[in-house]
């Protein structure tokens, strides 16, 4: 089955908010076997919508919508809907129950554009939203198929995990596309793509391969779209493992892998921990560990030095390196680890200094010089980052070149 | 003018890359008074990419496309919009130039592939890109203008920011849209709209309201389209104020602000300034924090003591009170705001300790359970939050409620 993802709101046009609803609804209906088609933006707008969807409808059976169901003016999804199909609407006890008793658990009165959440066009079948007032809708026309969520990700996200992804898997609309993704890191698509040029032109029939890269990684994913009488999942893995065999040394892991992950498991395997020295990326580096469930068997924390003076008196750093080299330096980057290890008696510890931007560049040392430094007591690699004007960047690179470092460290170590 | 925007890939349908490009590029366009209509992402298929520019281009004058532009085989943009206008390809020796010299300075040898990318649609014009080896390109036919950019962010922002706002600027396509955004926390957009309800309801032609939620917090925007002789600016500005003194108490700022941004300032005022103490948020307090340029002014650093071990020893926590209240307990936040003060020297000190989830929960403390507490050595605020199931959201929510108990803090003490 054919599906597309259709979000609503002028705010997603003009860039005010990043829709991340469509990602992560693309990702759960792809593991479900539903084939996106086509993702689409538009404005609150009743025309467009209608439009929108006849040129879906053309396209696909089932059309998934967020956004647009709160209680205010601008929110005009339902009543389009509605309109679209030529429903009426009811006054529907059950939400209205649901929505009292949400409010008064919160100790927050009810306002009149609440009761007006309630009304619901005919023959809808509701899906639960236990993380806000606004149900789910699930609405049928003949073989079509509309889905309407609230744009909000954690209600969006309430709603297809409890309600959503049962309905569909009941329906038995399950179509065979099998993914299979390789992550790399420390080398470029085109790289890639030259080791295993002749896989790639001599796929099967139904199999693609797709370079999608990130921040200094990029992942191969094999793909098969099922042919008549093929054994799709095989087939993949089958490339696979003839692509692996090229590109080992660029490899990190496999499908839901990331380096924090691949991290966790080598340190996890040799009974060893890991804690983080960071001065421009802020804390970032730990964050991406920290969102690595299970990473507490192997991370103990981190000090965020953004200030000389706690670099001296959290980290040990001598104030006059600090003063001859400047922060940004390999030797204060050496000393941070060091420095680390003796606060927190970890293992190894991994350590980030730089100039992110946009101000605090000069001559010497311009915006996105970054020094890293990772190792125990005994070892301590480092790199000198020459990267970007943009602040966000310049973080975001650091914490990822930072953690490949380590990681090759340990497994050249082994 | 009228835009669209078009990002091109799999990898957007099926969820494993989120399209922050066409935010960025909405928020660009929109500043520059180009109104964007409609955002659309579709698979690298030729026909798919020709049939959705031909729906577009019913719609606007102008596409922008993100995608499909890299040297790999799943790329297929140029090739597609060169057939669909009809443009023959030529190599391009500029480019050619270019790519040989970036991957000399980078030291990596040159592949085939690369060459590919020097052949261009006739009629071409060029846009500079210095971050990768794909230059953008900006195609006109008749009255319709197509312009197509690499889909690595970075390199897409690059030659926006160098080439492609100029050229906007210059075919001067500037409509009259002006936005005005009020940041509110600390309540949500029902509340909100029961307050200003009059306003809105009689709102002069061409001024629209909208609600903006994220995580704890709603932005009210106040939008004017131009009408004949309307001094669009002063309507829109003259609404806001009308608005600003209804909702005066949950306002934290305008436009750009952040919660960060408008706690900085304050702190500035006062010669104060403020560290963290992170547990379950893992760094990403401080992460928050450090997005806001300037921050360095008022902010010095954070303890992210994970484990039980660095909460005695870096922050300070007993290990009675640990043992008898366990780490997620209003004693153990208490003791980490202090144990911060006194390890770092700050005015102030934010800690936050909970259970992210998914795992760690139990009866009397299940996941989404967090203490967050703020102060200075003589007062410290506490709150005990409920939050959801969802470890990303938990993380996130519970450093802006944090960052909201603090500014309250910080208000309510002048």
Chains 1, 2 share one sequence.
């Not at 006054?91 to 009761?115: C, G, L």
């Not at 420095?339 to 010497?364: M, N, Q, R, V």
Request: aromatic share 6%; with cysteine; charged share 25%.
């Amino acid at each position: 089955m054919k599906a597309s993802i259709l979000t609503i709101g002028t705010e997603l046009l003009i860039g005010q908010v990043i829709d991340t609803n469509s990602a992560w609804l693309g990702e759960q209906l792809n593991a479900l076997g539903i084939e996106i088609i086509e993702k689409r933006s538009v404005a609150d707008k009743d025309q467009m919508i209608k439009d929108t969807l006849n040129q879906l409808f053309e396209k696909c059976n089932i059309v998934l919508i967020t956004g647009g169901l709160g209680p205010t003016n601008d929110d005009i999804t339902k009543k389009t809907l509605a309109a679209y199909w030529n429903r009426d609407m009811y006054f529907d006890e059950k939400t209205y129950e649901k929505i009292s008793q949400y409010f008064k658990q919160r100790n927050i009165p009810m306002q009149e554009a609440h009761k007006e959440q309630c009304y619901m066009p005919k023959g809808v079948t509701l899906l639960a939203n236990n993380m806000g007032t606004a149900p789910g809708m699930w609405l049928e026309d003949g073989d079509k198929i509309i889905v309407s969520m609230p744009g909000v990700p954690s209600e969006m996200k309430y709603i297809f995990e409890n309600d959503l992804r049962k309905k569909f898997e009941d329906s038995k609309i399950a179509a065979q596309i099998f993914h299979r993704t390789i992550h790399t890191a420390g080398t470029g698509e085109t790289v890639l793509a030259t080791l295993i040029q002749d896989i790639e032109e001599n796929l099967p029939k139904g199999i693609a391969i797709a370079y999608l890269p990130s921040v200094a990684q990029v992942r191969v994913r094999i793909s098969g779209i099922a042919q008549e009488g093929s054994n799709l999942r095989e087939e993949v893995l089958k490339i696979s493992t003839q692509i692996e065999e090229r590109i080992q040394k660029y490899i990190i892991g496999f499908d839901g892998a990331t380096l924090a992950s691949s991290i966790r498991e080598i340190l996890k395997e040799r009974g060893e921990n890991l804690t983080v020295a960071e001065s421009c990326t802020g804390g970032y580096l730990s964050h991406l560990l920290v969102q690595t469930p299970g990473i507490s068997q192997v991370y103990d924390g981190s000090i965020t030095a953004y200030s000389y003076a706690l670099k001296q008196s959290l980290l040990g750093v001598d104030g006059e390196t600090l003063k001859e080299n400047g922060a940004v330096s390999e030797e204060v980057v050496e000393q941070m680890v060091l420095g680390c290890i003796e606060a927190t008696k970890s293992t190894y510890a991994i350590s980030i200094s730089g100039i992110a931007g946009p101000g605090g560049g000069t001559p010497d040392k311009p915006v996105g010089t970054v020094w890293v430094a990772c190792g125990n007591k005994d070892k301590i690699r480092t790199k000198k980052l020459k990267l970007t004007k943009n602040r966000d960047m310049n973080i975001k690179y650091s914490a990822i070149l930072a953690l490949i470092l380590f990681r090759r460290l340990l497994v050249e170590e082994n």
